[in-house]
């Protein structure tokens, strides 16, 4: 009850700090650029990843280009790519690495964690929470800048002539840490380090806010067992991140060392360039399971908010209840705390001792659990629902069958003994770009319709909507799923070609087959991009509610100004997946209803809880 | 070049902008503009994916069919059956579960396609279902584990004693594999301090045991005799993969790493049942290690007992090959040096001179 009381109170003089901020009216710059308002925040971070999910869309069809065509003469990028060509017209290997190296750190961290987490986190949390804004508006504006300042870094990292970062996205030393092995381990590798550096620094930040909008701000009414799916998946995100990007800071931190100041933290009996290193005592192996402590955690990072959004959409648009509400957000807890057990199943044949790597496939396979339990739940949430397909829905759906065809092979590569031919396979690029990469991917695409009508006021046009999803999804499947058969040949990652050997000779075709999905799914983009900034400007003003929605953010006008509610903010009676209930008058019943305006649909035990909602708020 | 790709682009640009225009200048005229959504494309959508459910399963299974027995390399090595068969039994459970969850997502997506004449059924829980679930794919996944720990400790386990030790040293970007020779049948110590263009291995010359260690620019290993990998790296991360046995192992440098197998098939007998006369066993790199990551190919060749015999006594030891080196071996030990290294006695006194 406490608390209870002390989240109404703290409303309340957010309340006040709302109304002060209505008065004064900022410039431009105020209001648009160095904003404190969550939602300017989540477009700011929602069209930097678009800028960023574009050049990592393009970076991975310049080396899908030399897989799929290795003979291709690419002299006609020469204007483009200059020095990093060869006289014969073939991209240069290193660079190739580069390519590989910066399209993965870009989608993971730029896109699908920053893109992801950052617009929806900041959009939804207050909106669906029931609260003005973010717990501090000042810290939420410094996480997008300190974004912002990261991505200027790594962009800048593209253009510098020894090349960005191309010891691949996990940067293991010694590769890593040694320029002599590799040109982009120099200047391209420390802006790569700084740049990290910052992100982290913005992750945390927005973090913070997250969980403590999620703690303090909820409106009257809105405990956890209230909260939308969403919340739940944004604000457990929060958390891992909290606890394991600090990680990550130090692998890099210690790497910096290693790299600048002469220590050895990683490195031990190097002999490289025709000189022996004095380094010893290091441990190329201890960067692995700093990095992987954060690597691991990170697929959930991206993971968990595009399952949220989906749990919100599939349910919103099946006009049922999400089917097992404690269920989901159970797995997802089960989810967030296994991730931190689970990061040495990247490392199975590091030379680690055997005996951990039995430990990690024992706990690797048993998230799978969890996983498969969401699955069925979105499955039996479609059964006998009542399915409108918009885009949204349709990215959704997508994004489930993602989940299950790459969730499915990942119970081979958790399992040690099978890992050891699978690893670092192609088997291994298809399972994580279905299940993390493309999954998460649909998860914001489906995201961005369905909540565009809230943000932009207006509506996306629904056929190139669909035009875009059927060209993506068909898109997707056809890029990464030949990859199993590749990898089950064999084919090792992060190969320039595979012509010097014998045991890899085949599947030119499938490879070209995956090359030119790529060129299509990349080129089906840009109908969503016209799409989506045509609509901004002239699109069909959206009504309220156009997707007669429960959850509270579908209660503030067309275009939500600051401080989300022009009155005083909604109270929350029940939970958010009131869709369809036997007896009522409109297949839905949104969150701020109370029960005693609804005699003709309430449950036995809802009847009893009017009694409640009357003894707390006066009438 | 450059202009006909770019106006490509803007041609479909425009196109695209065109049809879009059309289709809502129609939408206006019939009225439809304000209809929260449109039936047919619902119903068009719904159709859309139970057409993508059959054609993507029938795809599926025919290409998985088409080229059933092709996918991995020929398997050569009695751990490498083992993991194969957990990966096919791994594939039929999970092919199994796959195919029945793809199959009944996108009939509920098809079948409960929005009717404006029903109401979705409010179906908020049930436990026991969501039991049924949570233990079912407990259970074969607990099945999973045992099978494959199992497999993974044996694969792990130590090596047995009479095991033929070879040493794999990765760096950029080749791999070079020492035996421990045929007199003493132990390697012998390496610093990666002595490392020059000439001692490669670092080998440490105070160490008996590497009198007759011989360098090989192609792996030779017996048929059914257990083979013990000794791994490290001299400069980035490497990792050993020989894709027909069936192993993989990082090359460290500061570690060393190991991995255990036994070959099943020589050479020529997989050239027989291939029917490739040309086939080869090949190593290759695995841990992404720089410009040419892709280009560390090492040759293998598995040879019958008795010809592997005679290759490894047919190996001049590395010592031999830089007689200059002896000069690193320690006065006492100079005579035994130059017997294990198979060098004629009679060098003995020059190298003597030569060195004081």
């Known amino acids: 009850m406490a608390i209870h009381v002390e989240s109404h109170s703290a409303v309340h003089a957010h309340d006040d700090h709302g109304h002060e901020h209505e008065h004064h009216h900022g410039n431009f710059w105020t209001t648009y650029i160095f904003s404190e308002d969550h939602k300017v925040i989540a477009k700011q971070f929602l069209i930097t990843g678009m800028i960023w999910a574009l050049i990592g869309g393009v970076l991975s069809v310049l080396f899908r280009l030399q897989l799929g065509f290795p003979e291709a003469n690419l002299s006609w990028l020469k204007p483009v790519l200059g020095g990093w060509l060869t006289p014969e017209g073939k991209i240069d290997p290193e660079f190739y690495l580069a390519l590989v190296t910066m399209h993965g750190t870009i989608m993971v961290f730029f896109v699908l964690t920053a893109g992801l987490s950052g617009t929806f986190s900041n959009f939804l949390i207050p909106l669906q929470v029931g609260a003005r804004d973010m717990a501090s508006g000042f810290m939420n504006m410094l996480s997008y800048w300190f974004f912002f300042l990261s991505s200027c870094v790594m962009f800048v990292s593209l253009f510098i002539s020894t090349g960005p970062a191309a010891g691949g996205w996990v940067i293991y030393p010694p590769l890593s840490a040694l320029p002599q092995a590799i040109p982009g381990s120099g200047l391209g590798m420390t802006l790569w380090l700084v740049s990290m550096a910052l992100f982290i620094v913005s992750s945390l930040l927005g973090s913070i806010n997250y969980i403590t909008t ?388 309430n449950l036995p035990h809802e009847n009893d809880q009017i009694k409640l909602q009357f003894g707390d708020k006066p009438l | 070049m450059n202009w006909i790709i770019g106006l490509g682009v803007v041609l479909v640009l425009a196109i695209l902008y065109m049809i879009f225009r059309i289709g809502s200048l129609v939408e206006v005229v019939r009225g439809k503009k304000d209809e929260p959504f449109s039936m047919s494309w619902n119903n068009i959508n719904a159709y859309l994916f139970m057409a993508f459910m059959i054609f993507g399963l029938v795809g599926f299974f025919w290409y998985s069919w088409e080229h059933y027995g092709t996918y991995e390399p020929a398997v050569a090595s009695v751990h490498g059956a083992v993991t194969d068969n957990l990966f096919w039994v791994t594939m039929w459970i999970t092919v199994a579960a796959f195919s029945v969850i793809f199959v009944v997502m996108f009939w509920f997506t098809f079948t409960y396609r929005y009717d404006k004449n029903r109401k979705a059924e409010f179906f908020a829980d049930n436990h026991k279902l969501e039991i049924t679930w949570t233990v079912i794919p407990a259970i074969v996944l607990a099945l999973l584990i045992f099978k494959g720990l199992r497999a993974w400790n044996d694969i792990t386990g130590p090596a047995s004693k009479d095991a033929e030790v070879i040493e794999v040293v990765g760096q950029q970007w080749l791999w070079m594999t020492r035996y421990p020779g045929v007199k003493d049948k132990e390697l012998g110590k390496h610093n990666y301090k002595l490392i020059d263009a000439a001692n490669e291995f670092g080998l440490d010359l105070t160490d008996k045991n590497s009198f007759d260690d011989f360098k090989s620019l192609e792996m030779h290993i017996p048929v059914g005799r257990e083979v013990l990998l000794k791994i490290r790296a001299k400069d980035v991360l490497h990792s050993v993969f020989l894709p027909h046995f069936r192993v993989k192992m990082d090359a460290v440098p500061g570690m060393q790493t190991q991995f255990k197998f036994t070959a099943t098939m020589t050479t020529a007998q997989m050239r027989e049942k291939l029917n490739n006369p040309n086939f080869n066993y090949e190593m290759a790199c695995t841990e992404i290690c720089g410009r040419g990551h892709f280009s560390m190919k090492f040759p293998v060749v598995v040879d019958t007992e008795e010809d592997y015999q005679k290759w490894l006594s047919s190996q001049e030891a590395w010592l031999k090959q830089n007689p200059d080196y002896l000069k690193y071996v320690p006065a006492e030990l100079k005579e035994a040096a130059m017997i294990k290294a198979g060098i004629p006695l009679d060098n003995l006194t020059t190298v003597q001179t030569a060195s004081n």
């Open chain 1, 214 to 601: 999620v703690i303090n701000l909820r409106t009257v009414g809105m405990s956890f067992t209230k909260l939308p799916l969403t919340i739940w998946a944004f604000f457990l995100t929060a958390i891992i991140g909290i606890l394991s990007f600090p990680v990550l800071f130090a692998a890099a931190l210690l790497l910096i060392f290693d790299r600048s100041f002469g220590t050895s933290f990683y490195l031990s009996d190097i002999y490289i360039g025709g000189e022996a290193l004095p380094n010893q005592g290091g441990s190329p192996i201890l960067f692995q399971h700093l990095f992987w402590f954060l690597g691991h955690p990170e697929v959930y990072i991206v993971l968990l908010p595009a399952l949220g959004i989906t749990s919100e959409i599939i349910a919103t648009n099946s006009r049922k209840p999400i089917f097992g509400y404690k269920a989901m957000v159970g797995s997802m807890l089960f989810i967030a705390i296994l991730s931190f057990v689970v990061w040495a199943h990247h490392m199975f044949v590091t030379g680690m001792n055997p005996f951990l790597g039995s430990i990690f496939t024992l706990l690797t396979l048993i998230i799978a659990v969890p996983s498969a339990v969401k699955i069925f739940n979105y499955v039996t949430t479609l059964w006998k629902g009542n399915i409108r397909f918009t885009p949204a829905m349709l990215f959704s759906i997508g994004l489930v069958s993602f989940f299950l065809t790459g969730g499915i092979t990942g119970i081979f590569l958790g399992n040690s003994a099978v890992d050891i031919q699978l690893h670092d396979t192609y088997f291994v690029v298809a399972h994580f770009h279905l299940v993390m990469g493309s999954a998460s991917f649909f998860g914001m695409m489906a995201g961005v319709y369905h909540w565009f009508p809230k943000m932009f006021g207006r509506m996306m046009d629904e056929k190139l909507g669909y035009l875009h999803f059927w060209l993506t999804f068909v898109g997707v499947y056809l890029v990464f799923f030949p990859m199993h058969y590749i990898g089950i040949a064999g084919f090792p990652r992060r190969y320039y070609t595979w012509t010097a050997f014998e045991t890899f000779s085949g599947f030119a075709d499938l490879n070209m087959l995956v090359s030119i999905a790529a060129i299509v799914t990349l080129s089906a983009q840009f109908i969503f991009l016209f799409n989506f900034i045509y609509n901004i400007f002239r699109g069909k003003l959206a009504p309220t509610n156009p997707w007669n929605s429960t959850t509270l953010e579908w209660t503030t006008p067309r275009l939500p100004g600051h401080g989300n509610w022009p009155g005083e903010i909604p109270t929350v009676y029940r939970w958010p997946y009131d869709y369809s209930k036997p007896g009522a008058k409109e297949d839905f019943i949104p969150q701020h209803i109370p029960y005693s305006e609804t005699p003709e649909s």
